[in-house]
Every structure is written in C-alpha cells, then in structure tokens.
C-alpha cells in the first residue's frame, strides 16, 4: 500500500489558471507512474524536469504537483523500476531494465493512459493547438498580474473580477458546445 498521493496516482493534479478549483481530473488512476517512466524511457530526468515537461506538454496549463511526482519516483524506485544517482546535488532518476520489462507488460496501460493525455492536451506546443494553448497560458499570467497590481485598490479589483466572471461564463459556454 502506497501512500495518499504515491503509485495510486491520487494526488491532486494542478490545473494552472483561474479555475483550477473546478478542475476535473486529467490524469487518470496510475498515469503518472507510466508518464514518468515514458519520459525516464526517453532520457534520465530530475522530478523537476519531469514536472516542467508535463508542463510544456500542456502548453503551460497543467503542472502536477512535487506531492504526486517526488512521492510517485520513490515508489517506483522502491519497486526497482527505476534507478536514481545524484548529480550536481540533484537526484536524477533513469529507468532500470525492470521498468522498461514493465513498461512492455503493460503497454496497453500506458497507451491508454497517453492517448487520454493527447486527447486533452494535444502533442505538446507544437503546431497551432499548442500556439493556441501558449497563448492562453500567457494570457492567464497576465491576469494574474494585473490582479496584483490592483490589489490595493477595491474598485478596480471588483472591476476586474466582474470582468473575470463574464468571461469564464462565456468560456464555459464555448466548452460546452
């Protein structure tokens, strides 16, 4: 047995934006373990690493939470599936032949689990889709200053926030479509 938020998957996934409260769940039971180990297929990454490329991968709008990925690559390092070195004070973890032995055995999980990914996210920033998410990205930060910088004055902020409402209601309206 694992803990809240280790190989079970059941950590709380971080959606970046302001509805991130209402979130659904975008990574379903088990995919981090088999998103990590596909990416330490690829090359041998640090937790930060993986967090950033799940990050570019959703064009900037989804970033799993050091509490789901730390907890999840010392699970998979407990279990053998991947090996881990330090390196310049970082630990870098790469998967071992056990891990790539479980990667095969499952592949129809792992599959599963990537196509659900792409059917939300796309492949990644390239092409218009990953443009489209680039910039929404950029567009969410911008917000997020700017409520900053009127924090002092209750106007402009309850302004904004009326601004914010009609927005998301109308964004609601397209996604529902």
């Known amino acids: 047995?694992?803990?809240?938020?280790?190989?079970?998957?059941?950590?709380?996934?971080?959606?970046?934006?302001?509805?991130?409260?209402?979130?659904?769940?975008?990574?379903?039971?088990?995919?981090?373990?088999?998103?990590?180990?596909?990416?330490?297929?690829?090359?041998?990454?640090?937790?930060?690493?993986?967090?950033?490329?799940?990050?570019?991968?959703?064009?900037?709008?989804?970033?799993?939470?050091?509490g789901a990925i730390y907890p999840t690559l010392q699970a998979l390092e407990d279990q053998d599936l991947v090996t881990s070195t330090t390196e310049e004070g970082k630990k870098v973890y790469a998967i071992s032949e056990a891990g790539s032995a479980y990667l095969e055995e499952h592949k129809d999980r792992a599959?599963?689990?990537?196509?659900?990914?792409?059917?939300?996210?796309?492949?990644?920033?390239?092409?218009?889709?990953?443009?489209?998410?680039?910039?929404?990205?950029e567009a969410f930060h911008a917000v997020k200053s700017a409520v900053r910088d009127t924090a002092g004055s209750p106007d402009r902020l309850k302004e904004i926030g009326e601004l914010l409402k009609e927005a998301a209601a109308k964004i609601g309206e397209i996604a529902a479509r």
């Open 111 to 137: 599959d599963s689990h990537r196509e659900r990914w792409q059917a939300q996210w796309g492949g990644g920033q390239a092409g218009e889709s990953g443009d489209t998410l680039k910039d929404i990205h």
């Open 1 to 66: 047995m694992h803990g809240p938020r280790g190989m079970s998957g059941q950590g709380r996934m971080h959606v970046r934006g302001p509805m991130s409260e209402a979130a659904p769940r975008f990574i379903a039971r088990g995919g981090i373990r088999f998103a990590i180990l596909g990416m330490l297929k690829e090359k041998p990454r640090h937790g930060y690493d993986i967090i950033r490329e799940m990050e570019d991968l959703s064009g900037g709008l989804y970033s799993p939470s050091p």
